[in-house]
């Protein structure tokens, strides 16, 4: 599918299936049990380092036979042709999303982009959408100057990396709420945008420092949300799953 149309149909999708639930656990049986506890409302579900570190491209299968669609979070950031090698086996698992970052370089990106176009997909699989990740927020401008010193500030790196990825043929971006008018008046209202940090009025906000609710970050620009703790530390991962689906439209 080409890179309009995958955008068009994800961007198409309800509210419910445009919350993706963050699967920070440490192994399978614990990713499978809260995947099954979203029930039939939860669609996308997030896989991270940490699950996969500990439970492999198996988690990944399981969670497809059980009709989730998986974001596979896990930051590529290596020479072209490993990236793109990567790409491909995320496809071949039937990932829907998987993350790159675009400090990986024009190169990478692009191999990344070519290799999920023309990658061998599971039976009736929509190729996964690539999305790259500009300067991870938990950088603190201290941190970034000493990884990669430079004239450039934080909004400019941003910026620069998001038309970057874009132009080499990246499907979105993965930014907080509070960043995304300044990604969008990067690269306009074409790319889908990804926004964790979401939580519902009120609520506790654990270790995040800026958090927005669903409808904030939706008229911000978000396409998708990325929600952790609200969903898997509730008593009813469903209920908590709909409201913030509520919260969106
Ligand atoms: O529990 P909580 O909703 O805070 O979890 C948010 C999820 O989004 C976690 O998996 C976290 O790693 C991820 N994330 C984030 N902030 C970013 C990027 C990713 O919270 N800037």
Not at 39 to 66: C, D, H, I, N, T
Not at 101 to 119: D, F, V
Not at 176 to 203: F, K, N, W
Request: charged share 20%.
């Amino acid at each position: 599918m080409n890179r309009e149309n995958l955008i068009k149909h994800l961007r198409d999708l309800p509210a419910n299936r445009r919350v993706i639930t963050a699967l920070d656990v440490p192994g399978q049986d614990q990713a499978l049990d809260l995947a099954d506890q979203l029930g039939a409302g939860g669609g996308f579900v997030k896989v991270g380092l940490e699950l996969f570190s500990a439970a492999g491209p198996e988690v990944v299968r399981q969670l497809v036979a059980r009709d989730r669609n998986v974001f596979l979070d896990l930051k590529y950031h290596d020479i072209p042709n490993t990236v793109a090698s990567a790409a491909r086996q995320a496809a071949a698992l039937g990932a829907s999303f998987c993350t790159m970052h675009a400090a990986a370089g024009r190169s990478a990106i692009t191999a990344a982009a070519e290799a999920l176009a023309q990658a061998e997909l599971p039976d009736g699989a929509v190729r996964p959408a690539l999305l790259a990740i500009t300067v991870l927020t938990s950088l603190s401008e201290e941190e970034i100057s000493e990884v990669r010193p430079s004239s450039d500030n934080l909004d400019d790196s941003v910026q620069r990396l998001a038309r970057l990825a874009w132009d080499c043929g990246c499907d979105g971006l993965v930014c907080s709420a509070a960043d995304l008018p300044h990604l969008r008046q990067a690269v306009g209202p074409e790319p889908l945008v990804i926004t964790p940090g979401i939580r519902m009025a009120g609520a506790a906000t654990d270790d995040q420092h800026r958090v927005t609710t669903p409808r904030m970050a939706v008229d911000a620009g978000a396409d998708f949300l990325v929600v952790g703790r609200p969903i898997s530390q509730a008593n009813d991962p469903a209920a908590a799953l709909a409201a913030i689906a509520k919260d969106m439209e």
